[in-house]
T-cell receptor, first 117, second 113 residues
Framework: GAVVSQHPSRVICKSGTSVKIECRSL??????MFWYRQFPKQSLMLMAT?????????EQGVEKDKFLINHASLTLSTLTVTSAHPEDSSFYIC?????????????FGEGSRLTVL | GQQVMQIPQYQHVQEGEDFTTYCNSS?????IQWYKQRPGGHPVFLIQ?????EVKKQKRLTFQFGEAKKNSSLHITATQTTDVGTYFC?????????????FGKGTLLTVNP
């Protein structure tokens, strides 16, 4: 398996500020990481796929300038929610997929709960 | 695009009763995965099904993949309070060049002791 750590687990910020969430793959070199968003009692929606050393691939409807993703090393991907607003409040979870050719199970981080006041 | 529908959305049972959640895809799947998310936690992988008609068991959990590889189910026998959580199916579209999991909306299971 893979161990994925996310930080912070909870963050509360004022509207208009930016928040950075870190996702670390502790025992696996991840060329690709996945960022999901989950609203209360709802499903996981893939936001983007971060690629080590290159630009992230965003899903349709996800604003690139709003959700900045950086994957500078094989063990760290970051998601920055810029100029956060209350509607950005959500549970953000990252994951890795260690299987060959990006197949197989996802290993998720603990998630980061963002509350924007 | 691919849609994965899951029912029921909620299920409340008495401890000891059985529980089933169903997953249907609008397209043929390459494989399907099941995850469990405890309240306040993150999703944890349970199993992956790949073959048409496949059935796998994990103790009291039975997973099935339909013959047409468009539907799947998770059945829990004699539920326990530790089974509480949301169960998600996640499918991968067959023939796609991009390996992407599409999650169902999940079934929240609560168990009355």
């Amino acid at each position: 398996g893979a161990v994925v750590s996310q930080h912070p687990s909870r963050v509360i910020c004022k509207s208009g500020t930016s928040v950075k969430i870190e996702c670390r793959s502790l025992d696996f070199q991840a060329t690709t990481m996945f960022w999901y968003r989950q609203f209360p009692k709802q499903s996981l929606m893939l936001m983007a796929t971060s690629n080590e050393g290159s630009k992230a691939t965003y899903e349709q409807g996800v604003e690139k300038d709003k959700f900045l993703i950086n994957h500078a090393s094989l063990t760290l991907s970051t998601l920055t929610v810029t100029s956060a607003h209350p509607e950005d409040s959500s549970f953000y979870i990252c994951s890795v997929q260690p299987g060959l050719g990006n197949t197989g199970e996802l290993f998720f981080g603990e998630g980061s709960r963002l509350t924007v006041l | 695009g691919q849609q994965v529908m899951q029912i029921p959305q909620y299920q409340h049972v008495q401890e000891g009763e059985d529980f089933t959640t169903y997953c249907n895809s609008s397209t043929t799947l390459s494989n399907i995965q099941w995850y469990k998310q405890r309240p306040g936690g993150h999703p944890v992988f349970l199993i992956q099904l790949v073959k048409s008609g496949e059935v796998k068991k994990q103790k009291r959990l039975t997973f099935q993949f339909g013959e047409a590889k468009k539907n799947s189910s998770l059945h829990i026998t004699a539920t326990q309070t530790t089974d509480v959580g949301t169960y998600f199916c996640a499918g991968v579209n067959s023939g796609g060049s991009n390996y992407k999991l599409t999650f169902g909306k999940g079934t929240l299971l609560t168990v009355n002791p």
